[in-house]
């Protein structure tokens, strides 16, 4: 019942704007309109005040970002500069020149605050690790549609990590690399060799064709490049990490998952073969190219995020711990911690039944 209002409501939230929207299309394309300057201003109104406040108020108590809002009036611009005739587009040309660019800085200001608040917030809280990743994500949630969430901060993870985070990250007690001796530095290091070399080939070979298609292609691959080389260096700035009673697993910005340790069936220090299915699954977005010496099985299924937010299901994961001695001891205390935690709560409530009775 909850799910079928959810629907309707969100039927009621999108529908309602893109029917104005539709509306606004007709009259845009009828004879109408011609010599109207009149009914060409309110029609820019309409595009551009009156559908994103209608919008607004629909969404307003509503979990849907309000700063969605912006991007109805994008819609509505793009649509104004597409339908309207070119003699009439000039409050569009207007609003382009004097009020778009306030709009575009007040958007990037809103951005920049609130993951300076995230980042104060973290550093301030001791006990919490900061990753850049994980706030990035938590500050564009507030922002931005949820399905655009992950492309968004995937594409600016990509750059900060390989570009502008230099300083060495040192790792802390409850934290673990796993790209020291995995080979996964060297395999991605050879793939960016052999991406740099055939780009330069092909566009010699390519070129002779055309340049337009030679240059396009170089410009892709060296695109690939900068993205094979963020994902490089956030295996770096990423470590795993056990935080309290959750257990928080990363493969740079690639792959990620949390555990909590109540869920853990069991913990095996193995270099074994696996069957990967929908059950069983790495960690490590390599699959096979890799090796693992960890495989932890769960008591229920859980999700493996990986890139731009792609999800998956499993419930035995294998992967790569650089020191497994230490992390088989740290996992297996925080274990008998939370298990003497349990049976210290559960030993306390039965003894305040019994002296209440």
Known sequence: MHRTLALNRNLLNFGIPLGLLGILILVMKSPVLAANETLVMAITADLLLTVPLIYFLLIRRSKIPKTTVILVLIIGLLMGSFFLPKEDQQYLEYFKTWILPFLELAVFSYVFCKLRKAIIKFKENEKSTFDFFTTLKETCYDILPQKAVMPVVTEIAVFYYGFINWKRRELKANEFSYHKDSGTIALLIVTLFLVAIETAAIHILLSKWSDVA????????????????????????????????RLHLRYGIMTETTIGLQDIDSLEVSSKDIEPDKETRKLSLFGELESHNIIIRLKKENELTGLYGIKRKYKNLAFYVDDTIEFENQINKALAHLIYTKKDKLRNKNLRTNYEI
């Not at 030679?214 to 994902?231: D, E, R």
């Open 214 to 245: 030679a240059w396009i292609l170089t410009f892709l691959s060296m695109y690939s490049g900068i993205q094979i080389f963020g994902f490089l260096k956030s295996m770096f700035k990423r470590p795993i990490s056990l935080e309290k009673d």
